[in-house]
């Protein structure tokens, strides 16, 4: 497999980290997951925003030419050159801070890192069992609204995943509130409106997320974004969450049924999916 490292196509065994990279001793960096389908970036926009602002967030200070345009020209020729263009593929962009200092770092300059994967299609699942993760809450910072390579949150609800042969769990806020599944974003649909937890939870501002929040008004749908109570679920009509894979539909939440899928948010849901 070939990859991207700093702009510079390199074969993927070629790419080794020091001991001391910053990644390693420190998880001082960002990365994005970014789906490729139908011959298309999928909303490179938004992961190119979502990345820039969590550099900043960071202090990181972007390579030379690291801009929205060129960017997009090395995922495509990436793809080319590992023959994923006729593919599905699973693109992930990676940023993070050279080496240099403890905690403080001694320079702001930042390495990148393109790897594209095979992938399975965007599409509309369901999830049988979901639990709720209590072992460790999350909470709003500077830097919670972006995927940061520091994740020992979802390491450790993973875990708790596999250990309780649940399908995916769900994190809370400090104060017990909703927050977001592992590797995805919480909505639910109570009547015409589409509720999901606020990014005052910590949640990360998924991509997809956004654009559900954009969709939703068109189709007549109200959008609510707030603090709720893991008992608010019961009450729903559907519950999902949502990631650069697809919709996953919430069957059980708690050993709890959930309701049924909507047609509510068919004509939403149709807007995402390839052409």
């Known amino acids: 497999m070939l990859v991207v490292l700093n702009g510079d196509i390199v074969p993927e065994s070629a790419v080794q980290l020091s001991l001391n990279d910053r990644a390693v001793q420190y998880g001082d960096g960002l990365f994005e997951t970014i789906r490729y389908e139908r011959g298309q970036v999928w909303f490179w926009p938004d992961h190119f925003d979502r990345l820039t602002r969590g ?11 690291f801009e929205a345009e060129p960017l997009h020209r090395q995922i495509i020729n990436i793809l ?14 990676q940023v993070w801070r050279r080496p240099g200092g403890l905690y403080t770092p001694a320079t702001d300059e930042a390495f990148f890192f393109i790897s594209p994967r095979t992938g399975p299609p965007f599409a509309v699942t369901e999830k049988d069992s979901v639990e709720v993760f209590d072992a ?14 520091n994740s020992l949150p979802y390491v450790l609800a993973g875990i708790a995943k596999r250990e309780r ?15 977001e599944c592992i590797a995805s974003n919480l909505f639910w649909v109570q009547g015409d409106t589409l509720f999901t937890p606020s990014p005052d939870t910590g949640c990360i501002e998924g991509v997809l997320r956004r654009q559900l929040l954009r969709l939703a008004p068109r189709h007549g749908l109200t959008v ?52």
């Open 55 to 65: 550099m900043k967030a960071l202090s990181l200070t972007p390579p030379l030419r």
């Open 80 to 93: 080319k050159f590992n023959n994923l263009t006729e593919n599905t593929a699973r693109i992930k962009l």
């Open 224 to 275: 609510r974004e707030g603090l709720f109570l893991p008992e608010v679920l019961g009450a729903a009509d559907a519950v999902f969450c949502s990631n650069s894979a697809g919709i996953q539909w919430l069957r059980r939440v708690g050993g709890s049924e959930m309701g049924r899928r909507t047609e509510r948010l068919e004509p939403v849901f149709r807007e995402l999916l390839p052409a």
């Open 136 to 149: 460790y809450r999350l909470f709003r910072s500077p830097v919670s609204a972006y995927k940061t390579i």
């Open 165 to 179: 042969k649940a399908d995916d769990m769900i994190l809370l806020d400090t104060q017990g509130h909703l927050a």
